[in-house]
């Protein structure tokens, strides 16, 4: 019986957690600090998160939003521009003088659904968080693609249609502008616009430019059929998507995450409708199941703590 | 020093080779003959391959175009459609009396490249075939990967323009419809139509219906200007597929072979180019280069000489 701690770092909060290694899926403890400003008070507030969980500490693992190469230097963070090209690693085990690993969240909550979750001994798997973006870990023949730089499992940036909306990125038509929670936003924001989202509409007061996905979940939630409508036309994107790393990879099972999949069945009963016809053999491979992910908002550290383990050895 | 035996099927012709696991590169015997018909006289004309190349036999790989599942039965193979559900490993472990393996020819071809060829010593790496379709073996962390069937990098059927042209495998804008040598046929003909390929029409004997890729490639290799802004057209849907690969894979190295590389540069530099603009976070990973295959049209065989001795255990 081993204590694992894991962190799960946002652009608002720092989320802390203790598993055992045993039954990693229930989170003994959990410590949570609003992220501060400045990479300097960032380290040094997951050093404190760390050191509340558990003292003495044999190991860490830190999940982020970001590109996070194989030393654990953030090359790319959106949410967190202040550690742009910071050695988090190295910076934690001065802090904390105990092995830490640093991954990409996605990847964290990937590996957190693989070993204590919806993938759990399914070793070919692809986990989605359909959140404001989408993060996205993969695992082939039970471990991480992670690649030549640290950067694998960048779904969200697959380009899906050359043709469709200008992504941050710099590209047009990323998957992530079309099946994430703010691609939901933009084309609620577009059908209400041609007004075939009343009740939508009603929900988000009125304002078209208030408009977000959360009302669409809402209602559609209330049964309202416009909402339902719409979910099955932006079901068909999320799909897209799988179906085409699926088609790549032979993924065994697929699990969604985010805060899309409180939906539910009026969400994951079209993706996985649209998902079948969209697949390439699927009658070839139709035990692959499309399901909910199970360790809920705190996958990433779950995941965090377990490759913090490993990395040292555990 | 071990010889292995690899053999390529194909729809046309069946090649056998012989190389030294020390030196796979170079190809110390081969031997083929036409593809017959009839899932027995294939098989058949496989283990004659086999054994006109080696007595006795101490293991044999074999590749073939298709979806080929985990215990070597070849659930689809659009061309050669009488091995349908064929149990390939099977049958030829009983004529040949000697461990057999039996992989798809994209995945075999990748394999030789990264044990033997242009991404030797790279532990991910994303291998392309362009010829009629687009096969792909993707390589990572130094393992193909297979997925949970066998079926892993079907890349050619990713979606990449869901308003596309319609693929034979019932979806729309399948990658290998926009970048394979019949994509740039079908692209020339387009264009030739609208009356702005004149020479390349002239080299198709000004039948429109009888423009094939080519002769794009021998109007661009005269220099013919029409020609190189067409594969430059075409050189941008290749380097989307890549770039999408790479963001996902994060890929060390893409190296491209099939019938298409033999264009050369008037193909490979504007590749090169758009791959730069299309693929995530380019400049942290400046170091990931697109190159020619270098096994040339053996690299199948020679690969699935390869996957036939680790199988073997040797």
Redesign the interface.
């Known amino acids: 019986m081993s204590q694992l701690i894991g962190i799960d770092i946002g652009g608002t909060k720092i989320l802390g957690i203790v598993v055992d290694e045993d039954d990693p899926a229930v989170v003994q403890a959990e410590f949570r600090v609003p992220t501060p400003a400045g990479a300097d008070n960032v380290l040094d507030a997951i050093a404190k998160v760390a050191r509340e969980l558990s003292v003495p500490l044999t190991s860490v693992g830190v999940g982020i939003a970001g590109?996070v190469?194989r030393d654990g230097v953030l090359?790319?963070a959106p949410n967190l521009p202040n550690l742009h090209q910071v050695p988090v690693r190295e910076e934690l085990f001065h802090r904390l003088g105990c092995s830490v690993a640093v991954d990409n969240d996605a990847t964290c909550a990937a590996w957190g659904e693989h070993i204590a979750g919806a993938a759990r001994g399914?070793?070919?798997a692809t986990c989605i968080t359909l959140g404001t973006g989408i993060g996205?870990g993969?695992i082939?023949?039970g471990?991480v693609?992670?690649?030549?730089?640290?950067?694998?499992?960048?779904?969200g940036?697959?380009?899906?249609?050359?043709?469709g909306p200008h992504c941050p990125?710099g590209?047009r038509g990323c998957w992530e502008r079309m099946a994430s929670g703010s691609g939901l936003g933009r084309l609620a924001r577009e059908v209400a616009e041609a007004g075939r989202l009343d009740r939508v509409l009603e929900l988000a007061g009125g304002e078209l430019s208030a408009l977000r996905g959360e009302h669409v979940a809402q209602a559609a939630t209330e049964g309202d059929s416009q909402a339902l409508d719409l979910l099955r036309a932006f079901a068909w994107w999320v799909a897209?998507g799988l179906?085409?790393?699926v088609?790549?990879?032979?993924?065994?099972i697929v699990v969604i995450g985010g805060g899309l999949v409180e939906i539910g069945e009026p969400l994951m009963s079209p993706i996985r409708d649209h998902y079948g016809n969209?697949v390439?053999?699927h009658d070839?491979?139709a035990?692959?199941r499309v399901e909910p992910a199970q360790l809920g908002e705190r996958a990433g550290a779950i995941g965090a703590a377990l490759l913090g383990g490993r990395r040292a050895g555990r």
């Open positions: 590109l190469d090359q790319s399914i070793p070919d996205t993969l082939a023949g471990e693609i992670r690649g030549a730089h640290g950067f694998g499992g960048e779904a940036h697959m380009v899906v249609d050359p043709a990125c590209r897209l179906a085409n790393l088609t790549l990879l032979d993924s065994g969209l390439m053999a070839q491979r035990d692959v």
